[in-house]
């Protein structure tokens, strides 16, 4: 810093004043913070960090690192939106692992078959083999309750069928859910559909909805098995 003294001639001379600047600790902290991104409470401290490190660099004119400071604002707010989406499609995910068919089988149950079709990423067409899947179940086992998972909705894998334990009005049978994901523009994101039901039943025969094999011929009698 150059400062101007006057002598006792009033000539003006120049004198330098050095003043030592040192980096600010918050400000770095707030980077590397950012750049931890695997960590999602990270971000949000980079940011944090990151805040408090600009205001103490502009009030001291000692200190540098409002560069750095801005770079891990910008870098944990980047990866707060990256996990809050994330966190949100993972939760939808979740919820719909969680519960299983039953809402398909509640609104066939209601006679909306059209959208019991739609749940299997059909066209909402009211189709015979679902019309045949519908009505045999009811006269098997009556109105449906609900729907619970038979294991950890976290243990879930995509290429294999969850099992399911679904409570009839007369009887409470296992089943077995074969679940897609897909990329949907209408919902921004992730999003499920089922892909295959099928009632695992010893006694009557077990009951599959896309039908398959012998499934199709019981379901095209529209009637029971027995």
């Known amino acids: 810093m150059d400062q101007y003294n006057s002598d006792s001639f009033m000539h003006q001379r120049q004198v330098s004043i050095t003043v030592d600047r040192t980096r600010s600790k918050l ?20 940011v944090l960090t990151g805040l408090v490190a600009m205001s ?15 770079t891990g604002i910008l870098l944990g707010c980047l990866f707060t939106v990256v996990h809050t989406y994330v966190g949100i499609q993972g939760f ?5 692992l969680k519960a299983g068919p039953s ?9 909306d078959v059209a959208s019991f079709v739609e749940y299997f990423g059909e066209p909402a067409i009211q189709n015979a083999d679902a019309v045949s899947f519908v009505k045999i179940l009811e006269a098997r086992y009556g109105s449906f309750i609900d729907a619970e998972p038979a294991s950890e909705v976290s243990d879930w894998r995509p290429d294999q069928a969850s099992a399911y334990t679904l409570r ?16 949907s523009s209408l919902e921004l994101g992730l999003a499920t559909h089922l892909e295959s039901l099928r ?13 398959s094999g012998p499934d199709a011929q019981r379901m095209a009698s529209f009637g029971e098995p027995d």
Do not use: H, M, W
């Open 92 to 96: 939808r995910v979740y919820e719909a």
């Open 199 to 211: 009632i695992v039943d010893a006694v009557r025969g077990d009951l599959s909805y896309p039908p």
């Open 56 to 70: 103490s660099v502009k009030r001291n004119v000692q200190k540098t690192g409002l560069k750095r400071a801005r």
């Open 27 to 46: 400000a770095t902290a707030s980077v590397v913070l950012g750049s931890l991104f695997f960590v999602p409470t990270a971000s949000v401290l980079a």
């Open 103 to 111: 809402d398909a089988l509640l609104v066939a149950q209601g006679g």
């Open 168 to 183: 009839f009005e007369r009887a409470t049978v296992p089943a077995e859910v074969q679940f897609g994901l897909e990329l």
